[in-house]
């Protein structure tokens, strides 16, 4: 699943991550899970706010869900 591109469009190209945080799990268990640093995954959160417009993880999960982004 490849999410749309562009500001206010999507959550980015991969839809790995906004699934995990829809899960519960911490910025540190998504990176373990990706193989990632924690960091890498503060920033990718912070792009994927950016093209959502929303400002909290939970209202990130919520827009998803609006625009079936979420399985």
């Known amino acids: 699943m490849k999410f749309p591109e562009g500001p206010g469009k999507g959550a980015g190209k991969d839809p790995g991550q906004v699934v995990k945080v829809a899960a519960g799990l911490s910025n540190k268990e998504i990176a373990g899970r ?38």
């Open 34 to 71: 990706l193989t990632v640093t924690s960091e890498t995954v503060k920033v990718h959160g912070r792009n994927i706010f950016t093209k959502m417009n929303v400002n909290l993880r939970v209202t990130a999960v919520i827009e998803a869900k609006k625009r079936n982004l979420l399985p």
